[in-house]
């Protein structure tokens, strides 16, 4: 296993995984549901889906910033975007736009006022992604990541849960013991959350105004 993020690898990772994403993804529902109450957003707003997947968190978000606001996917995957776009489709969402492309090279259509990485370690490992997403932000924008972490070692039958559930969803396991530390050089008052007994977390901080 290479020592970072391998895009091959996750392309080919999740083109195997798209059609049991979601089931896959069912038992961290109240994590996600954490995670975007903690971009506390208003209606009007608009919010990047970072790594959107096949779009769970769609609905979340589009009723969170309403009829007036917008929210903008990007995923690297054409099979698991196949399927956030056919989520928008039969949803009937007129403001969600999505996008393919790696993140650290995706173009974002207009400045928005929040970003959420949800079980996107891959790309958090990435400091050319993170720096694209930022740029995309308006000053005081909220940015929440969560997904897996390791527990602390003492935690062992939590980090034996969290080992083979990272395997399936990363292309390296490095960082894992601090997935959010790229976000700390640009959200300064970053604050962190260990969920589901260390095994995963949710981190939020503002862009400095």
């Known amino acids: 296993m290479k020592s970072g993020p391998d895009r091959e690898a996750a392309l080919a990772q999740y083109r195997r995984r798209a059609s049991v994403y979601d089931f896959e993804l069912a038992l961290f529902e109240p994590l996600r549901r954490q995670a975007v109450a ?11 889906d970072v790594g959107c997947g096949t779009g769970l968190s769609l609905p ?7 009829r007036r606001g917008h929210v903008i996917g990007v ?9 956030a776009r056919e989520r928008v489709k039969h949803a009937g969402w007129r403001r969600v736009e999505m996008v393919e492309s790696p993140v650290e090279t995706v173009h ?10 949800h079980f996107t ?3 958090l490992q990435r400091a050319d992604a ?9 000053p005081g924008a909220m940015v929440v990541a969560s997904g897996l972490k390791w527990a602390p070692r003492w935690a ?4 034996a849960l969290v080992l083979p559930a990272a395997l399936r969803s990363v292309t390296s396991l490095a960082g894992l013991d601090a997935p959010w530390h790229l976000l700390r050089a640009h ?3 970053l604050k962190l959350s260990p969920v589901l007994f260390g095994g995963a977390y949710v981190a939020s901080g503002r862009l400095p105004q």
């Open 60 to 66: 979340l978000l589009v009723a969170a910033v309403g």
């Open 108 to 117: 974002i259509p207009r400045q928005a006022d929040a970003a959420l990485f």
């Open 130 to 138: 993170v720096a694209n997403v930022m740029a995309a932000l308006r």
């Open 187 to 189: 959200l300064p008052d």
């Open 156 to 159: 062992v039958a939590v980090n």
């Open 121 to 123: 370690h891959d790309i």
């Open 38 to 48: 903690r971009l506390e957003l208003q209606p009007g707003q608009t919010v990047i």
């Open 75 to 83: 995923e690297q995957s054409p099979e698991m975007l196949a399927r």
